[in-house]
């Protein structure tokens, strides 16, 4: 059935490309299983149309005048383009059901998270998984285009457009050195920290967001010593006994188990409720390899808040503690 003037018009032109094809509109009728008259009556209304004739009179078989044939040429890349379209359209649907993308704040899969999902690789060598690294103020940026399926994050922002698949409780804490005179302290307070040499990101990334929050809210006023945008810089720098920094465990797990590092719990609600989330953009429908993804890195993360939580009961000093709310809720 005809739906619109457009669709009725392509049919016309459809209907000049058979009979030309065909070489009579008695064939092309009896191609399409329509009456002849119909056929011709609608050749006619074209020609009408264009204001130009497209079939020389007088020939048995159809033998399409120049305008006749530059129509017929436009049909047929027309609907050239038409199937090209469709083909895209199935390669799309193809790398939707195939493909999935995700991208992870800077630090926050551990190398032994990055092995928990060895299954879910394992299960679908078929698909291709694109992993991507960024800061998480950039992740979220990723997420809320499309340029990634899920993310990662550190404490994202409230925007309207991002959903929270699940969330996990990390607090920040101070990272310091073993031989840190702070060490062997249980707690510290920002005052504590407002005395030493800090390496922090910089302005755009949400921990140093947070504590320069904290800074213009509270007496305590600290400028950090040096500023990187490299995690492994401040690390390196805080192994070394340079600067301390602040942290969430995520990004120290492997320090923290052997030793290299200390975390030490900071006595301040804000940095006490952070939280490392999976996001989508609202909206979007996810596929099943991505529902999968999101399932088993929902699981990686779990074991890694395990593995911290097994350090911790094993260590009489309790270097750093994890609440019992800190495994997987779903938020959305």
């Not at 213009?216 to 805080?238: G, H, V, W």
């Amino acid at each position: 059935m005809i739906t619109s003037q457009t669709e009725l018009q392509d049919q016309r032109f459809k209907y000049l490309y058979l009979s030309s094809r065909l070489g009579t509109m008695r064939a092309a009728a009896e191609e399409l299983e329509l009456a002849v008259s119909s056929i011709s009556r609608q050749i006619a209304k074209l020609e009408s149309d264009l204001g130009i004739q497209l079939i020389q009179e007088g020939t048995h078989r159809i033998s399409l005048t120049a305008a006749g044939q530059a129509a017929v040429d436009y049909y047929i890349e027309r609907m050239g383009h038409h199937n090209q379209l469709l083909k895209k359209l199935e390669q799309l649907k193809e790398g939707y059901l195939n493909r999935t993308s995700i991208a992870v704040g800077e630090g926050l899969l551990s190398t032994q998270a990055i092995g928990e999902l060895y299954e879910f690789f394992k299960a679908n060598r078929q698909s291709h998984t694109e992993l991507l690294i960024a800061p998480s103020h950039e992740v979220e940026r990723m997420v809320a285009e499309d340029e990634a399926d899920i993310g990662l994050v550190f404490s994202p922002t409230k925007t309207a457009n991002i959903n929270r698949l699940h969330s996990f409780d990390q607090p920040m804490r101070a990272i310091v050195h073993p031989g840190h005179r702070l060490a062997g302290r249980s707690i510290l307070s920002l005052l504590d920290l407002a005395e030493e040499d800090i390496v922090l990101p910089p302005s755009e990334y949400r921990i140093r967001g947070i504590i320069d929050q904290l800074r213009n809210e509270s007496s305590a006023y600290f400028q950090p010593y040096i500023t990187s945008n490299s995690l492994k810089i401040m690390l390196d720098l805080t192994r070394n006994g340079i600067a301390s920094t602040i942290l969430s465990d995520f990004p120290v797990i492997d320090e923290l188990c052997n030793g290299t590092l200390k975390a030490i719990p900071i006595d301040c609600h804000a940095l006490n409720v952070t939280q490392v989330q999976i996001i989508s953009r609202q909206s979007r429908k996810l596929s099943p390899l991505s529902r999968d993804l999101v399932h088993h890195l929902a699981m990686a993360i779990n074991a890694q808040i395990r593995r911290i939580r097994n350090f911790s009961s094993r260590n009489s000093d309790n270097i750093f503690s994890i609440r019992k709310s800190a495994l997987a809720t779903t938020v959305d």
